[in-house]
């Protein structure tokens, strides 16, 4: 059971560990099955009307329903992506993006309070990690995001609701194993969010160990490995896990992770200037990969002016883009996301940290 800030956090438990719960407050067992689907709906206690206004009372004392509050919300002007930025029970800050597109809305959520894989790039990992979130903070940003999308809707409208989720936020999901996976498993269970496993995307550094445990969970998410470099030599330069684990052993977990769901893997790559955005490094890439069920994601860095690493122009990407695809690799350039509301990962949580600290 997890314990946060005293009280406990009733939306990291199944319906199976919501009922012992509630049987040792002397309730029978259907009760679950309502107080699950009033957590996952976003309900607060008072509000559960098929409780007994007594259990309702005794839950408000001693438990939370969302361990998840939104501080501030702000909404681009250029394609209505939201960045919010949340509270925990005890006192972390963290933040999320909602996508709008035009197959549904997105939420990309953190799994970690900050992280301590310490990619160069990264604007996350630069006060390093305070702790892990745990599977109602994962679930509970979730809530918050259909909240803001019911708010937003219009009046007698079927509210839009969170249909796809990324783990891209703050956090190595996999440094955060079990709550993870316990976080999956509860997101896809009837009565609750109903989210299926194909509308996950899991982003990893590339932890081995965890990789290839993952593969056999039964949970076939979509892969992103966060791959950032054509070999050792240059991925050692920004990502200091690169050092543990080689990176042939990281694209034979992810061979692995294939085999066993059948889901092709995607590679994240972040192309930064002078380091690893050249043609002939898109020509190593794509030597790497040959024959793999894979898509290569190129991103343009955001910079992060803490570490003076540079940004591609759009000739650069176009460049890199085109010397995988004569190689036959699938390749796609994300598209930038709220750009005007710093929709890169830890960005806005800093500058609030940041604000707070000057004040
Ligand atoms: N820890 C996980 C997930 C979080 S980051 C991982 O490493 O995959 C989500 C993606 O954004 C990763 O691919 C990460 O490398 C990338 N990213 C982080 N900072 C970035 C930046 N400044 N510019 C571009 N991409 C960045």
Same mark, same amino acid.
């Given at each position: 059971?997890?314990? &946060?800030?005293?009280?406990? !956090?009733?939306?990291?438990?199944?319906?199976?560990?919501? /009922?012992?719960?509630?049987?040792?407050? *002397?309730?029978?067992?259907?009760?679950?099955?309502?107080?699950?689907?009033?957590?996952?709906?976003?309900?607060?206690?008072?509000?559960?009307?098929?409780?007994?206004?007594?259990?309702?009372?005794?839950?408000?004392?001693?438990?939370?329903?969302?361990?998840?509050?939104?501080?501030?919300?702000?909404?681009?002007? $250029? +394609?209505?992506?939201?960045?919010?930025?949340?509270?925990?029970? +005890?006192?972390?800050?963290?933040?999320?993006? $909602?996508?709008?597109?035009?197959? %549904?809305?997105?939420?990309?959520?953190?799994?970690?309070? %900050?992280?301590?894989?310490?990619? $160069?790039?990264?604007?996350?990992?630069? +006060?390093?990690?305070?702790?892990?979130?745990?599977?109602?903070?994962?679930?509970?940003?979730?809530?918050?995001?259909?909240?803001?999308?019911?708010?937003?809707?219009?009046?007698?409208?079927?509210?839009?609701?969170?249909?796809?989720?990324? $783990?891209?936020?703050?956090?190595?999901?996999?440094?955060?194993?079990?709550?993870?996976?316990?976080?999956?498993?509860?997101?896809?269970?009837?009565?609750?969010?109903?989210?299926?496993? &194909?509308?996950?995307?899991?982003?990893?550094? *590339?932890?081995?160990?965890?990789?290839?445990?993952?593969?056999?969970?039964?949970?076939?998410?979509?892969?992103?490995?966060?791959?950032?470099?054509?070999?050792?030599?240059?991925?050692?330069?920004?990502?200091?896990?690169?050092?543990?684990?080689?990176?042939?052993?990281?694209?034979?977990?992810?061979?692995?992770?294939?085999?066993?769901?059948?889901?092709?893997?995607?590679?994240?790559?972040?192309?930064?200037?002078?380091?690893?955005?050249?043609?002939? !490094?898109?020509?190593?890439?794509? /030597?790497?990969?040959? %024959?793999? @069920?894979?898509?290569?994601?190129?991103?343009?860095?955001?910079?992060?002016?803490?570490?003076?690493? @540079? *940004?591609?122009?759009?000739?650069?990407?176009?460049?890199?883009?085109?010397?995988?695809?004569? &190689?036959?690799?699938?390749?796609?350039?994300?598209?930038?996301?709220?750009?005007?509301?710093?929709?890169?990962?830890?960005?806005?949580?800093?500058?609030?940290?940041? @604000?707070?600290?000057? +004040?």
């Amino acid at each position: 059971m997890e314990v &946060r800030g005293e009280r406990t !956090q009733l939306l990291s438990m199944t319906p199976q560990e919501l /009922g012992e719960y509630l049987r040792g407050l *002397g309730q029978p067992a259907f009760r679950a099955k309502q107080l699950f689907a009033w957590l996952h709906q976003g309900v607060p206690f008072e509000g559960m009307t098929n409780l007994p206004r007594a259990l309702r009372e005794t839950l408000r004392e001693s438990c939370i329903d969302n361990p998840v509050r939104v501080l501030e919300t702000i909404t681009s002007s $250029l +394609d209505g992506t939201v960045k919010l930025l949340y509270a925990l029970p +005890d006192g972390h800050v963290i933040e999320g993006v $909602l996508m709008r597109y035009k197959y %549904g809305n997105t939420l990309c959520l953190s799994t970690q309070v %900050g992280c301590r894989m310490g990619c $160069l790039f990264c604007a996350s990992t630069l +006060d390093g990690c305070a702790r892990s979130l745990t599977p109602g903070e994962m679930l509970g940003q979730i809530v918050c995001a259909n909240g803001v999308l019911a708010a937003q809707s219009g009046d007698g409208k079927e509210p839009a609701r969170v249909g796809n989720i990324v $783990l891209m936020g703050s956090g190595e999901p996999f440094d955060n194993y079990d709550n993870v996976v316990k976080f999956l498993n509860i997101l896809h269970t009837e009565g609750g969010l109903c989210i299926g496993m &194909r509308s996950v995307s899991l982003s990893t550094c *590339g932890l081995v160990p965890q990789m290839l445990r993952f593969a056999d969970e039964g949970l076939p998410v979509t892969l992103s490995l966060s791959l950032h470099a054509p070999n050792d030599e240059v991925r050692r330069q920004l990502m200091p896990i690169a050092r543990r684990y080689a990176m042939d052993d990281v694209l034979s977990a992810c061979r692995h992770y294939i085999e066993k769901t059948g889901r092709r893997v995607i590679f994240e790559y972040a192309l930064v200037h002078g380091v690893n955005a050249s043609p002939e !490094q898109a020509a190593e890439l794509a /030597g790497k990969l040959r %024959g793999m @069920q894979c898509h290569v994601n190129l991103i343009p860095l955001n910079s992060v002016p803490e570490r003076g690493l @540079q *940004g591609v122009s759009e000739r650069e990407v176009d460049i890199f883009r085109r010397a995988l695809e004569q &190689r036959n690799i699938s390749v796609t350039r994300r598209r930038e996301m709220g750009d005007d509301i710093e929709g890169a990962c830890g960005q806005l949580r800093r500058r609030y940290l940041g @604000q707070k600290e000057s +004040d």
